[in-house]
């Protein structure tokens, strides 16, 4: 694959054989989530519970080509890298509408979990679980050339009982070259680096030179968001909030928190990108910090696990699992939840289309 600034077009966009999803043998069932870009439903293919994301097509030649090309992109980064952390892909197909199919994660969003917590804050353990999952997932795209662009709450999957955090969402996401130039004001305004933002504002389609630490800091604001269980930039909007990061170099507040923390954050979210850890670095502070906190068993988490920068990650890695006692970590739908009530929202995805 060329770089992440490749556009593709319907013409050139090629899926492997066995990524292919055929439409007669999925059926979709009910809405559970909605975006710009995309519908998300509950559906069933091959037997299997699933998560149906069926992309808007755009009206214009332009944006059907823009929307087609997101698609491409989003396929391609899914069907490269597996990681526990990561969303399972299951396949895609094309025609008669672009549909990404992949498991099912009865969690919801990490952002809804949080939102039905306020204003109660996670347990430490768990937030600093999460947190690891998180940069696990990260270290391992990073590993991979990949610059996932929009990391936030909404863009994390939990599992069933909440016991895992996977990524999801790779629309935004793009190969990172040495020479690459890619496109400015990409993401979400609340959680991006403030080096995708220019001392003038930016023509649309105007490029930029940033790298893979765009991540780090979006990363440190959704660990602030962990560990407070509030919204970063509290009572500004989001405009207001990206430009106080970007020309003022306002940060939530560090305070407060356990120095080792403070540190993960302050460092993350700095001003300069090559100033950031990588994601190798940040996991290795937050295994530190919970072997301080409460001493693991010998075996539970391995003192030296990233020996170098972007080293390519085994699929099982330590994170929520390290910090929580025995678990069920199957993503099955459990028996039951798809019942005669269920199955009645269930309609052929094929007669549909």
């Not at 299951?90 to 009865?106: D, N, S």
């Not at 937050?286 to 696990?305: D, H, Q, W």
Request: hydrophobic content about 40%; glycine content about 6%; aromatic content about 8%.
């Amino acid at each position: 694959m060329d770089s992440g600034s490749r556009i593709y077009t319907a013409d050139e966009f090629k899926l492997d054989a066995k990524w292919l999803i055929d439409p007669k043998h999925l059926f979709v069932g009910p809405r559970i989530g909605e975006g710009a870009h995309a519908k998300v439903y509950e559906g069933k293919y091959k037997n299997q519970t699933v998560a149906i994301k069926i992309l808007h097509k755009g009206e214009t030649p332009e944006e059907i080509a823009k929307r087609e090309g997101r698609f491409a992109r989003e396929v391609a980064m899914l069907s490269r890298v597996q990681h526990k952390n990561l969303v399972k892909f299951i396949g895609a197909c094309k025609e008669p509408v672009m549909v990404i199919v992949t498991e099912l994660l009865l969690g919801g969003t990490l952002r809804k979990y949080l939102l039905n917590m306020r204003p109660r804050c996670l347990d430490m353990r768990i937030a600093i679980g999460f947190a690891l999952d998180i940069a696990c997932a990260m270290e391992c795209l990073h590993s991979r050339g990949i610059i996932h662009r929009d990391l936030k709450p909404e863009n994390l999957l939990l599992t069933a009982g909440n016991r895992t955090v996977k990524l999801a969402d790779f629309g935004l996401a793009r190969e990172e070259t040495l020479t690459e130039m890619m496109t400015a004001e990409t993401g979400t305004y609340r959680w991006m680096a403030p080096e995708l933002y220019s001392t003038v504002t930016l023509r649309q389609g105007e490029k930029k030179h940033y790298n893979h630490k765009v991540d780090a800091y979006s990363f440190a604001i959704v660990l602030w968001e962990l560990l407070h269980n509030k919204l970063p930039f509290e009572g500004m909007s989001n405009l207001q909030a990206a430009y106080a990061a970007a020309f003022k170099n306002v940060r939530p507040s560090a305070e407060n928190l356990p120095e080792e923390l403070a540190i993960i954050l302050t460092s993350s979210w700095k001003e300069d990108p090559n100033a950031r850890p990588n994601f190798s670095e940040i996991i290795q502070m937050l295994l530190n910090f919970i072997s301080g906190m409460c001493p693991p068993e010998p075996t539970a988490i391995p003192p030296r696990i990233f020996a170098s920068e972007n080293s390519i990650m085994a699929p099982e890695s330590p994170g929520t699992s390290s910090l929580m006692g025995v678990r069920d970590d199957s993503e099955e739908t459990p028996k039951g939840r798809t019942d005669k009530k269920q199955r009645s929202f269930f309609f052929c995805f094929d007669q549909c289309y």
